[in-house]
T-cell receptor, first 114, second 114 residues
Framework: DADVTQTPRNRITKTGKRIMLECSQT?????MYWYRQDPGLGLRLIYY???????NKGEISDGYSVSRQAQAKFSLSLESAIPNQTALYFC?????????????FGPGTRLTVL | AQSVTQLGSHVSVSEGALVLLRCNYS??????LFWYVQYPNQGLQLLLK??????LVKGINGFEAEFKKSETSFHLTKPSAHMSDAAEYFC????????????FGTGTRLLVSP
């Protein structure tokens, strides 16, 4: 079984709709991250969380919100989706106790906003 | 602030040929450097990482990378390409300043022809 899972894997929605992407992990890591990937731009950090009570904005947080429901669960919400939020979204985790803080990625959610 | 430049959005090689994917970094403090691979419709998988120990780092699937401080480079190589190596490769940098924020390059797609 995968250590980091994301649901849904694919989603098509319409402009203005609220949508939630979910991430779960069984690695026991305390840190979790949301990234978006766009062709030619690499991955950009949206939000990150060091633990349930510690949530921080990344470089492109506008239009997004997150919720850390438990150590193992980190959700990303688009309150009112717009077409330029069409992208591939990745969740990642890392372990505070691992000195290099290597990040481990989920399989991604492909989101299309029409 | 740290940054990463990957030269060449696409690299084409023949099966059995040398693979060389270029990565140059910018960092004001000693960096940690990573190579991730993304196979089609999958998440990012860690190939290898440099964490200030040995400058020549060996990773999975026969890949290796050499940290060259004088050239600020961390190029990825493999002596003999396989068809299964066709994927997108991302170089990333982080610094040991508490939070290991990863900064990704824009990626290089490796194409392997028979």
């Amino acid at each position: 079984d995968a250590d980091v899972t994301q649901t849904p894997r694919n989603r098509i929605t319409k402009t203005g709709k609220r949508i939630m992407l979910e991430c779960s992990q069984t690695k026991g890591h305390d840190r979790m991250y949301w990234y978006r990937q766009d062709p030619g731009l690499g991955l950009r950090l949206i939000y990150y969380s060091f633990d349930v009570k510690d949530i921080n904005k990344g470089e492109i947080s506008d239009g997004y919100s997150v919720s850390r429901q438990a150590q193992a669960k980190f959700s990303l919400s688009l309150e009112s989706a717009i077409p330029n939020q069409t992208a591939l979204y990745f969740c990642a985790t890392s372990d505070l106790g691992e000195s290099t803080d290597t990040q481990y990625f989920g399989p991604g959610t492909r989101l299309t906003v029409l | 602030a740290q940054s990463v430049t990957q030269l060449g959005s696409h690299v084409s090689v023949s099966e059995g040929a040398l693979v060389l994917l270029r990565c140059n970094y910018s960092s004001s403090v000693p960096p940690y450097l990573f190579w991730y691979v993304q196979y089609p419709n999958q998440g990012l998988q860690l190939l290898l990482k440099y964490t200030s120990a040995a400058t020549l780092v060996k990773g999975i699937n026969g890949f290796e990378a050499e940290f060259k401080k004088s050239e600020t480079s961390f190029h990825l190589t493999k002596p003999s390409a396989h068809m299964s190596d066709a994927a997108e490769y991302f170089c990333a940098v982080s610094v040991n300043t508490g939070f290991q924020k990863l900064v990704f390059g824009t990626g290089t797609r490796l194409l392997v022809s028979p």
